[in-house]
Structure formats: structure tokens, C-alpha cells
């Protein structure tokens, strides 16, 4: 079953580090992510840019609206994603558990499902 670990981060958390601190960081997670794949579990990943640079999409009654930026008043973004095949919900965080980026962020782990099999199961 396919998962979605979310590398979900305080605003400005990016800003904060240096260029070196940056490029580390990165480093450590492509190295995860490289281990993730040789183990037959990563079927993708990306960082994505700031939110900062968003554009979001609305159709309300017949009207579409595009919108610059970020969500109204938020503290965290979502900085990037791993997609992973897993055989059950406890592996998934297993593998998030092993995250470098657990240490200055939040992993938030979701299973792949359609919007109508909403279930509370893991």
C-alpha cells in the first residue's frame, strides 16, 4: 500500500539555516532517500520551493479564482514529500521514525486511498 511521509516544517524554518546548514540537511535526506530505494520502498520524492511561492486554485459557483501565496496565517508548510510502498500503516512509521529531517521538522504519515474510502483505519 502506498504512503505519504509529509516533511511538514515551521514557516521560515529554511531562512533560518545557513547555506552550509541547508545544503547538509539536503544531503542527509537524499542519502535517506537513496537508502529507501535501494530497499524497494521509495517510489517518490521531492522538496518542494516556499510556500511563499504558491498559487492556489478555486472554483466557487461557477467563478475561478487564483490566489498568490501562501494559506491565510499559517505556521508550518508542507516542505517536501517521500511516497512509499509499504506493507502496512506501522512500517510507514517505522521508516518516518528513521526520517534525518524527524530531528528539525514534523513527518506526518498518511495512506494513499480515493477521497471516497475514507475509513479509520490505518
Same mark, same amino acid.
Given at each position: ?6 516533511? =511538514?516544517?515551521? =514557516? ?6 545557513? *547555506?552550509?546548514?541547508?545544503? #547538509?540537511?539536503?544531503?542527509?535526506? =537524499?542519502?535517506?532517500? +537513496? ?10 520524492? +521531492? ?9 492556489? @486554485?478555486? !472554483? ?5 479564482? @487564483?490566489? #498568490?501565496?501562501?494559506?491565510? *496565517?499559517?505556521? *508550518?508548510? !508542507? ?5 512509499? #510502498? ?16 524527524? +530531528?528539525?521538522?514534523?513527518?506526518? =504519515?498518511?495512506? !494513499?486511498?480515493?477521497?471516497? *474510502? ?5
Amino acid at each position: 500500500m502506498a504512503y505519504m511521509l509529509f516533511m =511538514v516544517e515551521p =514557516v521560515g524554518q529554511r531562512q533560518a539555516r545557513t *547555506e552550509a546548514e541547508g545544503r #547538509d540537511a539536503y544531503a542527509r535526506m =537524499v542519502t535517506w532517500g +537513496e537508502s529507501l530505494q535501494k530497499r524497494g520502498l521509495l517510489l517518490g520524492a +521531492e522538496s518542494l520551493r516556499s510556500q511563499a511561492s504558491a498559487t492556489r @486554485v478555486q !472554483i466557487r459557483g461557477g467563478h475561478t479564482h @487564483v490566489i #498568490d501565496g501562501p494559506f491565510a *496565517e499559517t505556521k *508550518e508548510m !508542507i516542505g517536501g514529500y517521500f511516497l512509499l #510502498d509499504c506493507k502496512s500503516h506501522e512500517e510507514a512509521v517505522a521508516i518516518a521514525k528513521e526520517c534525518p529531517a524527524a +530531528e528539525w521538522l514534523t513527518v506526518e =504519515v498518511r495512506g !494513499i486511498a480515493a477521497c471516497f *474510502e475514507e475509513s479509520t483505519a490505518h
